[in-house]
């Protein structure tokens, strides 16, 4: 973890509005930021779910011009990207809105920053710093999961080869997040698991990240309880209000730790799943937590205890060592009560050749170096059997 004497740096949306109703202000957050033609950055469900005309509907009302662009696949490819671009340069568009899970959200901070930056999107992979912005973001987010409303990060697919990449920097931060949890009644119970489980690995891994300080180890300790509490409750009742609200502050406060100290392992393994099966990134970070959380304890105990006590899965009582067990024990239990499946259950299938790219795609990313335990190629390989 950062020593006293280690410098934090934290970057975060210069607008955040959090509760039921925050995204029917948006005209009144454009007009703040002196915006009046954006662009809505989108995808066909939510268009037909009645979501996005939730928020044209304002902006309608308001008499503020807008487009839409509402092509966004899960798992936003670089193709998606340019195909955004066609449409938002095409227009007079002065911002843009992300509406929906990560994939719109992160789709909006590419379409706006490649507006402005030469080249294709892959330049900027990290650790490249993309600070060149475009036009102002305004992320609402349409699940309790991704927290890419309030991350200097999104994620990006690429078509010429099968890899998932990180972009990072002060072009990929929002302008403002519209934080309305009510969004999140509408959805499916896997989808509710996976992006709760998703917000509750982004938050155990900042907190055991060894970029984590202070600042962000409130925002990650905060976020855990709210996951561990309310997740069962809304994957079996998807109006339970209190439960959706618990889940979306979570996924927003979960994403100012990671943004800003950071994920690490389960992260790095996670994207090869999704580029090389298109399996989703929430469900393939639930498919991992339990082993990597496994494999990483010994190298901080006191971290992964405080998690779990955090959570009412160890007492104060327990040792550092049983806590970290009950931990590991509680996560493969969480997997089960959500029926988190196993991929080769999906019909996905590897050899020794596929695991040793996925894992080299992993420690590529550089995400498994900030795990408390840094792993090999050939322990990631292991994991990724273990798992399967």
Known sequence: MMTAHTLGRVQSPRIIRIGHG?????????????????????????????????????????????????????????????????????????????????????????????????????????????????????????????GSEMTRWCVITDTKAPEKYNLSGLACV???????????????????????????THAIEAYVSRKAFAYTDGFALQAMPLISDHVRRAYHDPEDVIAREALMLAASLAGMAF?????????????????????????????LLPAVTAFSVTA?????????????????????????????DRLARLNADLAVPTPSSLGHSVDQNMLRLMAKQALASGSPQNNPRVPTEVEIVSLYEQIW
């Open 300 to 328: 901080a105990p006191k971290r992964y205890a405080d998690c779990a006590r955090v959570m009412n899965m160890a007492t104060s009582e327990d040792t550092d060592l049983q806590a970290c067990e009950k931990l590991i």
């Open 174 to 200: 929002a302008t403002a997040a519209l934080i309305d949890w009510s969004f999140t009644t509408t959805l499916p119970a896997r989808i509710t698991a996976d992006t709760a489980v998703d917000s509750l």
């Open 259 to 287: 943004s800003n100290a950071s994920v690490a392992l389960v992260h790095g393994m996670s994207r090869p799943i999704g580029a090389h099966f298109h399996v989703a990134h929430g469900l393939s970070n639930a498919m």
């Open 22 to 146: 925050a995204a029917l202000e948006i005209a009144e957050v454009l007009a703040q930021l002196g915006l009046s033609r954006p662009l809505v950055v989108s995808d066909a469900d939510l268009v037909a779910l009645g979501h996005v005309s939730r928020v044209t509907d304002v902006l309608d009302a308001a008499g503020v011009g807008w487009g839409l662009f509402a092509e966004v696949t899960p798992d936003p490819t670089d193709a998606c990207v340019e195909t955004g671009l066609t449409t938002f340069h095409a227009g007079d568009f002065d911002c843009v809105i992300g509406l929906g899970g990560g994939s719109p959200m992160d789709a909006a901070k590419a379409i706006s920053f490649m507006a402005v930056n030469p080249g294709h999107v892959r330049d900027y992979k990290a650790p490249t710093q993309i600070d060149c912005c475009g036009v102002p973001v305004i992320c609402i987010p349409t699940t309790g999961g991704t």
